[in-house]
């Protein structure tokens, strides 16, 4: 009775109906929902800071001329969607470097990711130290430090020349020929590919030896056996990762950024990285938010196509009965 | 029920401390209550004659924020200028940032945006105007006026570069010009003449030709796509590269500028140049310790004066290098002018802008300070700076007085400061349309002259009323 009284003088609203006992539960419900919302208000609080209020705010600066420098923005309508579909030379430049780029490191990580995730499914001794030396190269990942290193190793008096050059090959200028230079960057985000392959790994692991040894029985060889069983039963690993792997593709910056810088022609030129030089060299942010908000569609569009494709070549085994 | 609500409680003060320290920016220090005792601070003042300041305004703590952009010479010597005057002026702290020219502009245009721009600005030519139309700088009129800004030293026209629609918006730290660095030794030992100060163009090409094929090394480092070459073909001849209003571009004839780019094809194709693919890739963007002539790679190179003490001396004081004005156009008159290399200036925020600007006055006239400095910005704008410096200048600074006080006999007028969306111009067009195509022999010279003009008109079409 205490506590009934505490409760309905602390919360005079519901003095009323306190007394019955599915109000009750519903307070007791409530308190809890409290509880947890307090204790994930930090991210909330960020997330609305820093992520939501942000985005709502590029979304309407697309619609204006805003430069960063002068604190108003005039609405434009859609004129930035028309500057950059038909009249900026740049901005198709920025998305073919960026679609050359997804289409060719992403399936290229993703082929070598498994490639060392089934060398290393293997259960003899010190193999989860091989795991740990390649994942490393991930942890260092997207940092400054390795682009940084990349530049030395393919810079004109780099490793990669050092080395050729003992075999008597003229030193080759990586970064700065449009036709090596995205490749540099297509080698860096190859080299990094441990998050995709920890992910493989942990599915190889799921697949029954069982099978492996029917089917070796059956008279099947070792690509059979790929084809066959691993990468089917493989196949819902493999989707997630190509998702992941091409959103993040879509969105590539650091790497070139300070490896090339757009250069040379433009061929390195990814579409973050343009739309920063236009947002923050040039200070036209209106323009920039354009582009972002023109990205997130693009992603999006792919993302579900690879969705829609998964029917015809993802198999769960509780759906295919396996 | 009491206890219940603990964890409640708990999870809110938690939850507040987390978020506070997560999210929230650094809090400025709040100013501490001034001190009543008005009496202890007479050294500082002594120390300054010229910034005087008052017993009261010694005593107030204030916090002041600089950046500026620049070589690792540089940044020492300003580093060290700080501490003099903060060692003269105990109440003040300084605190400072600097970065390479490439991302000084991103970093400031967002602290901007942010209302988070430091109360002490350096400050480029072509950039006061841009700012000074957005109300950014405080006009510094005031201050000069009060001889917190002591100007007495300094003729009208070395002040002149930092004034804005009839205000002076910016305190000229040194007066500089363009200069091609040579490499005497090489020459030498190429056996080439040293040039006139009035050469021309073909005699660059023909020297930097000779060169390669005596050493085998670059006759001439990168940097000849820069947009400032763009602009003193036609200097040369007696225009500007943008029409009076900043609505057009301002030549009628693309020929000096298609024979340009001629001429850098062809060096290019002989090997005596640094290419456009290996500027790109090694020297774009780094600030000048990093030029192939430093390491004896290429036996010329294009500068702004005042680097050529940072150049100098990245490179041994025994190398023997010698300044010489930009090659003319054939029949033309000097390419060059003189331009206050960098500027002081105060943000239109700043909380503090007096002690800002006795820190601009002791920069530009303390014995003390510029002869830590040595004139690594240009040559200094007070008269009595520059007498006092001269006995202890050293080659390389020696070399920059006597070259400025040489080029400013034949210069040209500066020209006017660029309009808005030239820095669209120069970072889109002139070298992602222009200069790389034409490097990488996507388009002909002519073509790309072509595309330069229409895509310039058309940028600079919105300056139209």
Known sequence: MTVRAKLAAATPGLRGAISRPGERRRAAYRRHNLAGYTFIAPWLICFFAFTLIPMVASLYLAFTDYDILSATPHWVGLRNLQRMFFEDPRYWRSVRATFYYVMIAVPMRLAFALGVAMLLNTYRRGVSVYRAIYYAPSVVGGSVAVAVMWRQIFGTDGLINAVTRLFGIAPVTWLGNPRTAIWTLIVLAVWQFGSPMLIFLTGLRQIPQEMYEAAAIDGADAADRFFRITLPLLSPVIFFNLVMQTISGFMVFTQAFVVTGGAPLDTTLFYSLYLYQRGFDNFQMGYASAMAWVLLVVVAFFTALVFKSSSYWVFYEAKEGA | ?465
């Open chain 2, 1 to 465: 029920m009491n206890r219940n609500r603990w964890p409640i409680v708990l999870g809110v003060v938690l939850a507040l401390s987390l978020a506070l320290s997560a999210c929230a920016p650094a809090a400025t220090p709040t100013p501490q209550p001034k001190p009543a005792t008005a009496a202890a601070q007479p050294t500082s003042a002594q120390a300054q004659p010229t910034t005087a300041p008052t017993a009261a305004q010694a005593q107030q703590p204030v916090e002041l924020r600089i950046v500026w952009w620049g070589s690792q010479d540089r940044h020492d010597r300003t580093i060290k200028v700080i501490n003099l005057f903060m060692q003269q002026h105990p109440n003040i702290k300084i605190t400072y940032e600097f970065v390479a020219w490439a991302d000084y502009w991103t970093k400031l245009a967002t602290q901007a945006a942010g209302e988070g721009l430091p109360d002490i600005i350096q400050q480029d030519y072509a950039y006061i105007g841009e700012y000074t139309n957005r109300n950014l700088l405080l006009p510094l009129d005031d201050y000069v006026k009060s001889g917190v800004i002591n100007t007495a030293d300094v003729t009208p026209a070395e002040l002149d570069g930092g004034r804005v629609n009839g205000k002076l918006v910016a305190i000229n730290l040194g007066s500089n010009s363009q200069c091609w660095v040579l490499d005497v030794d090489a020459f030498q030992k190429a056996g080439v003449p040293l040039p006139a100060p009035d050469w021309t163009w073909a005699d660059m090409e023909k020297a930097a030709m000779q060169i390669h094929d005596k050493l085998g090394i670059w006759g001439m480092g990168p940097g000849l796509w820069d947009e400032q070459i763009w602009a003193s073909l036609y200097l040369s001849l007696g225009q500007w590269r943008y029409n009076a209003d900043g609505t057009a571009i301002g030549y009628t004839d693309d020929t000096p500028y298609v024979q340009h780019l001629e001429r850098m094809l062809r060096l290019e194709k002989a090997g005596a140049i640094v290419p456009r693919a290996e500027d790109v890739a090694n020297y774009y963007g780094k600030s000048v310790e990093a030029q192939p002539i430093v390491e004896g790679k290429a036996a010329m190179a294009y500068f702004w004066s005042n680097q050529i003490v940072a150049v100098w001396k990245a490179a041994g004081e025994n190398r023997n290098f010698k300044m010489v004005p930009l090659p003319r156009m054939e029949g033309g008159k000097s390419a060059n002018y003189i331009k206050p290399s960098q500027f002081w200036s105060i943000a239109a925020t700043s909380k503090h802008p007096k002690e800002a600007a006795m820190f601009i006055d002791f920069f530009t006239n303390s014995v003390e300070a510029n002869e830590i400095l040595m004139a690594e910005r240009g040559v200094p704008i007070s008269s009595k700076v520059r007498e006092a410096l001269k006995p202890k200048l050293g080659k390389s600074q020696a070399a920059m007085f006597d070259y400025v006080a040489e080029v400013s006999k034949t210069a040209q007028p500066i020209p006017p400061a660029d309009p808005p969306g030239h820095n669209d111009i120069v970072k889109n067009v002139l070298y992602p349309q222009v200069a790389d195509p034409v490097a990488f022999g996507q388009l002909t010279p002519a073509q790309g002259a072509a595309v330069l003009r229409k895509e310039a008109n058309a940028i600079l079409a919105k300056n139209k009323k």
